[in-house]
């Protein structure tokens, strides 16, 4: 059989989701967003709601997802996401209401909105990219960041004495009554990719149903900022994120 | 014993940005980053050095971040 016997559209099993526009993304090489925003282009996609999605950005690297995936978005000021959320849902009660945050957005300068939505129950998604750092401004220590990680406001590695302890914020929303599902996922390799779209389209279908506040939480690499090839920062993220932030559902109020 | 899946793979040479988490991945080792090519936002791409040993399993194209890799595959009767 010929390559081109092969390349047949009918026998097409994977290529970037049709949500997804031809503009390049802006992310370094290996950057874990790309593949967050193509599971909720794929999933969106699958579940029919092209026309019905609301997507709110954070400030962060991911300020631009507007630009990449072809559905509704409104961009919020830093951290403000899930205000801006309740507000989309509250108005357009039959819409999916998702926000999309890194970590410093979510749980530093956002840490009240988050908390605030998700306790009241508002129905909607809360994606977390959590990469320990603050990627977009230069790899600053983060709530997020592990103790003893290197950063470049931490040169000689987070000290709980003198930085705090690190923010476990997805085990915080697992203790708030309006939390629905709350899920800690990653993207390094096929099954976790695979298991983090199950996850988002449960919190999407969720979402959808009005039934509580969802939060997915994605542990994530950043490379740039680890100063670390993509295929090394996937395994220092297996080697020490995972320890801390343990993979798997922490609520499920449907199971 | 004769092969019974064929796959095959387009990659969008332009798209990508040679952080080569597909080289990794891909179970047969068919990619690896192209050398001494760039693509004109300045990233060296990645390139299949073997295309009958592709089985179309979609894992490249599952990590790829930059939604560069199209897959095909076919049943061979
Ligand atoms: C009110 C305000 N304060 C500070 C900033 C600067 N700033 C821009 S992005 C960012 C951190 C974002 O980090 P994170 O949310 O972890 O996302 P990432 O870039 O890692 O994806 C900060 C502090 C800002 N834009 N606005």
């Given amino acids: ?8 559209s009918e026998n097409l099993v994977m290529a970037k989701p049709r949500l997804m526009n031809d503009t390049t993304m802006h992310y370094c090489p290996g950057c874990s967003h790309g593949v967050v925003h193509k599971l909720i282009a794929e999933i969106i996609e699958e579940m029919g709601l092209e026309e019905k999605t609301i997507g709110v950005c954070p400030v962060g690297c991911a300020v631009f997802a507007y630009r990449y995936l072809d559905i509704d978005w ?5 951290g403000r996401a ?5 507000a989309c849902k509250r108005l357009w009660n039959d819409r999916l209401v998702f926000t999309y945050q890194g970590d410093g957005d979510l749980a530093c300068i956002g840490a009240c909105e988050t908390i605030h939505a998700l306790n009241r129950g508002e129905k909607i998604t809360v994606i977390f990219i959590n990469n320990a750092i603050y990627g977009m401004t230069g790899g600053q220590m983060a709530p997020t960041t592990l103790v003893g990680m290197k950063t470049s406001t931490c040169p000689y590695g987070r000290d709980p004495e003198l930085h705090g302890y690190p923010l476990n914020i997805t085990e915080l929303a697992t203790h708030l009554e309006g939390t629905a599902y709350v899920t800690r996922q990653s993207v390094h390799n096929v099954m976790a990719i695979r298991k983090a779209k199950a996850a988002i389209k449960k919190a999407f279908t969720n979402s959808m149903n009005g039934i509580g506040s969802n939060l997915v939480e994605i542990v994530s690499t950043c490379s740039t900022g680890w100063k670390k090839s993509p295929v090394e920062a996937n395994k220092w993220m297996e080697d020490n994120m995972f320890k801390f932030y343990q993979i798997g559902d922490l609520k499920d109020v449907r199971r | 014993m004769m092969k019974k899946i064929q796959g095959a793979i387009v990659i969008n040479e332009e798209r990508c940005k040679g952080c080569a988490l597909c080289v990794e991945t891909c179970p047969f ?3 690896q980053i192209a050398v001494r090519k760039v693509n004109t936002q300045g990233y ?15 894992n490249c194209a599952t990590v790829c971040p930059d939604a560069c890799i199209s897959v ?3 049943k061979v009767l």
């Fill in chain 1, 82 to 86: 899930p205000a801006v959320a309740t």
């Fill in chain 2, 72 to 74: 095909y595959r076919k």
């Fill in chain 1, 1 to 8: 059989m010929t390559r081109e016997e092969i390349i047949q």
């Fill in chain 2, 29 to 31: 080792g068919l990619l």
């Fill in chain 1, 74 to 78: 409104q961009e919020a000021a830093h």
């Fill in chain 2, 44 to 58: 060296p791409y990645v390139e299949q050095t073997n295309e009958t040993d592709c089985t179309g399993c979609a």
